[in-house]
């Protein structure tokens, strides 16, 4: 093809959903990608337990890397790359184009880099929806205490302070666990069933 013949089809190709008064960045702008529609790109094909789970994913599990930004410009902080994520998900239709046209703008960056981002962490929150999905189905009825020796740390003095002596839903232990480290643990370790360095606490069932 000639460079015109090739240019004419870009524009073709991206009329129905770019402007095409854009500047030429954003030609081609989901490259190779564009033809693949994974399932995992629209809301719609989504299962309930994914949709009914991944903006409380997003909320409180969320332990994704915001992407690079070039030199020049600021790098995002993670809870900002958060609140973008959850804003995105709360609003259903949502889809892997619009998600990660909404990254290019707001965090003004190349959009091919948005959609490939895009694309991973949006493939990542919908695992972690699933697991959720399915830890909630396999706990449901069952309740749970923060177990172990005297509290020592007062992330874990807190956490036994909210839960009744008949124990709470596995999620909600969770997301004490979470608002604990939030409210008394600098720098707390990254993953979810940790509160702090050092810590001999554990979930366990309530018989
Ligand atoms: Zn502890």
């Given amino acids: 093809?000639?460079?015109?013949?090739?240019?004419?089809?870009?524009?073709l190709h991206d009329a129905?959903?770019?402007?095409?008064?854009?500047?030429?960045?954003?030609?081609?702008?989901?490259?190779?990608?564009?033809?693949h529609q994974p399932d995992f790109a629209r809301s719609q094909?989504?299962?309930?337990?994914?949709?009914?789970?991944?903006?409380?994913?997003?909320?409180?599990?969320?332990?994704?890397?915001?992407?690079?930004?070039p030199d020049d410009q600021e790098a995002i902080p993670q809870s900002e790359y958060r609140d973008f994520w959850i804003g995105e998900l709360?609003?259903?239709?949502?889809?892997i184009?619009?998600?990660?046209?909404?990254?290019?703008?707001?965090?003004?960056i190349n959009p091919g880099w948005a959609f490939k981002t895009a694309r991973q962490h949006l493939n990542q929150l919908v695992l972690q929806a699933r697991m959720r999905?399915?830890?909630?189905?396999?706990?449901?009825?069952?309740?749970?205490?923060?177990?172990?020796?005297?509290?020592?740390?007062?992330a874990c003095q807190w956490i036994r302070d909210q839960i009744p002596e008949k124990g709470l839903p596995y999620h909600e232990v969770v997301e004490l666990m979470q608002e604990a480290k939030?409210?008394?643990?600098?720098?707390?370790?990254?993953?979810?069933?940790?509160?702090h360095d050092w810590c001999r606490h554990e979930m366990r069932e309530v018989q």
């Fill in 133 to 154: 999905g399915y830890r909630q189905e396999r706990l449901a009825g069952r309740r749970f205490r923060w177990a172990g020796p005297e509290a020592d740390h007062p």
């Fill in 90 to 95: 709360e609003t259903e239709p949502w889809d």
């Fill in 182 to 195: 939030r409210r008394f643990v600098e720098n707390p370790p990254s993953s979810t069933h940790v509160v």
């Fill in 45 to 69: 094909n989504m299962p309930d337990l994914v949709t009914e789970n991944i903006v409380d994913v997003a909320r409180r599990e969320f332990a994704l890397e915001p992407p690079a930004t």
């Fill in 16 to 35: 129905d959903r770019v402007d095409v008064s854009d500047d030429v960045d954003r030609k081609g702008q989901f490259g190779r990608y564009e033809n």
């Fill in 1 to 11: 093809m000639t460079p015109l013949a090739l240019h004419v089809a870009a524009r």
């Fill in 97 to 108: 184009y619009s998600i990660s046209e909404a990254m290019a703008a707001r965090f003004d």
